[in-house]
């Protein structure tokens, strides 16, 4: 399980709220997320309704709720380190490794690692429709060990997970008697990278695309009126970034939250104009949000999402305990009350 902490986590004397869970994607900065997951699974009072998920947000969820329709919130936690250590052991083979330098200098990036560069030239010149790869990708066989399907269709908690259509550009919510290990991964596809996953017909590429994670389904097909969004892709950053790298990774960031940052905004429109009997007009502004990021994923670039040594894993999972902990600490008494993320700010220059 997590890392023991120095400081006791503060006891709730809480009725039970319920809460839904919004997870963002982000190749192995998911990590972060199983941390923030992992703390808040140990407030009993926290009853999670539903989550949505994109990407490695979406596998997250599915593990989580997996394990917890198994054996309550310590099966959810059991199940998420299972997860993630199967994943850490797949990459002790993977070509993208840290280089000497980048160990001996402490720095979790892939920025130097030949294979890493190799790669991220070929993704600019090359499809993957060219090098026709065969082969089944290794997280296929890590989500079948991991995840019961069968459970997780008839798990009491809802899971919402975001694919976008290659062809009409829109994103598809698969709930959870649609999870597959193929939705999951469609859900993560980037095109780049991968070639698209043909689901029923149909071919699908990462959802981040088309949201990240998707807010609606929350709103409209769960009865909590508070969301926990675990945000990995930061929405702002002090710098302007001026190596090539830098300036893609910036890109890959504004597209990945721009469609989450319309629904964050619709709500907050909605706070201001509603009209109380306009159903779904109340529905979205009487959510209430909140919101657990680190200023620690603001120092990781793209390539530390294809590092998934244990060593960063662990020190993503503790950083997202610490994340929930200051959350818990400073916002938990808003739970069921009041938003603690100020969404007016999205408003400003609109």
């Not at 192995?28 to 989550?51: M, Y």
């Not at 302007?240 to 469609?259: C, G, H, M, Q, W």
């Not at 509603?274 to 959510?287: R, T, Y």
Request: proline residues 4%; glycine residues 8%; hydrophobic residues 40%.
């Amino acid at each position: 399980m997590a890392s023991e902490q120095t400081d006791a986590p503060r006891k709730f004397n809480r009725d039970a709220c319920l809460v839904d869970l919004a997870l963002q994607g982000g190749g192995s900065h998911g990590a972060f997320t199983w941390g923030v997951l992992d703390r808040l699974l140990e407030e009993h009072w926290l009853k999670i309704d539903g989550v949505s998920g994109t990407s490695a947000g979406a596998m997250n969820a599915a593990v989580m709720i997996d394990g917890y329709a198994a054996d309550g919130p310590d099966g959810a936690r059991s199940a998420l380190e299972r997860y993630w250590r199967d994943v850490s052991r797949a990459a002790l083979l993977s070509p993208f490794q840290r280089t000497p330098l980048d160990m001996m200098m402490g720095r979790w990036t892939l920025d130097l690692s030949p294979a890493f560069i190799a790669m991220d030239l070929m993704s600019r010149l090359i499809s993957p429709y060219d090098l026709d790869v065969i082969g089944t990708n290794p997280l296929t066989d890590i989500l079948k060990r991991n995840i019961d399907f069968v459970r997780l269709a008839k798990a009491e908690i809802k899971l919402f997970v975001t694919a976008t259509n290659v062809h009409t550009g829109r994103g598809r919510i698969f709930r959870n008697a649609d999870i597959t290990p193929d939705v999951l991964l469609a859900s993560a596809c980037l095109p780049s990278l991968f070639q698209a996953i043909e689901i029923d017909g149909e071919s699908y590429w990462d959802g981040g695309y088309s949201g990240n994670p998707t807010i609606t389904p929350l709103i409209r097909e769960c009865s909590s009126k508070d969301t926990i969004l675990v945000q990995i892709n930061p929405i702002s950053r002090p710098d302007i970034p001026k190596s090539a790298r830098d300036i893609l990774n910036r890109l890959n960031e504004v597209s990945f939250n721009a469609v989450l940052l319309k629904e964050l905004r619709m709500i907050a429109m909605m706070r201001q104009v509603a009209d109380p009997g306009n159903c779904e007009g109340a529905l979205w502004a009487g959510m209430r949000i909140h919101r657990v990021a680190s200023e620690v994923m603001l120092s990781l670039g793209y390539s530390s999402k294809l590092n998934a040594e244990w060593d960063f894993l662990c020190m993503l999972r503790d950083e997202g305990r610490r994340a929930a902990e200051t959350f818990l600490q400073k916002d938990g008494d808003n739970l069921g009350r009041k938003s603690s993320y100020d969404l007016d700010t999205l408003l400003e220059g609109i």
